[in-house]
């Protein structure tokens, strides 16, 4: 199996990914922690033929589970996922989410992606890109574009799961080693 965990920020992906990979035996791979390095530099944009290498080499293996909306390496790794969760939830689940992971990670310094010394601070509340204030921002292009690139043709070999509330996502590791046990 391998399965590409979408969703706005703040929606659980890392969380879910994480969850599915330890219960199905499966690696997991953050793309965040690909794509940050020391000092808040982004290979996403600073390096970002390093990035999609280091993707690719991370989705090589036959089995994996990612979490991460990079659209420079979503293709990619929808192109070799067989399975897609999204964690298509309400505002009212979000945004209570992400402040409450912003607090705790700002209130506790906790290092974000181990050896970057990346930490959330509050005084980087107000910007554009900290993670509630583009939770925000981008929820409904995000909604849309999921919406779109998921119609499109050529993606009819992924098993598409769109969970609306998180309560499914508890049943998700079952139905995916229910799916594992039955194939031959």
């Not at 897609?84 to 906790?110: C, K, N």
């Not at 998180?166 to 139905?175: D, F, M, N, Q, T």
């Amino acid at each position: 199996m391998r399965i590409a965990v979408v969703g706005s920020s703040g929606s659980g992906k890392t969380t879910l990914a994480r969850r599915l990979g330890a219960e199905l035996g499966l690696p997991f791979v953050e793309l965040d922690a690909v794509n940050w390095q020391a000092g808040w530099k982004d290979l996403n944009t600073h390096d970002p033929e390093a990035f999609v290498r280091r993707v690719a080499e991370a989705i090589a293996p036959d089995a994996w589970v990612t979490d991460g909306n990079y659209g420079r390496v979503r293709p990619m790794i929808w192109a070799r996922a067989t399975h897609l969760v999204w964690l298509d939830y309400g505002r009212e689940v979000i945004m209570p989410r992400v402040i409450r992971r912003s607090f705790h990670r700002a209130l506790t310094g906790q290092e974000l992606w181990e050896g970057t010394g990346n930490r959330e601070r509050f005084r980087d509340w107000l910007g554009k890109e900290h993670p509630i204030r583009w939770a925000w921002d981008t929820f409904h292009v995000r909604r849309a574009a999921y919406e779109a690139q998921l119609s499109r043709p050529g993606l009819e070999h992924l098993r598409v799961f769109r969970l609306r509330h998180p309560r499914e996502a508890k049943e998700l590791a079952a139905a995916f080693k229910s799916e594992a046990s039955s194939r031959p």
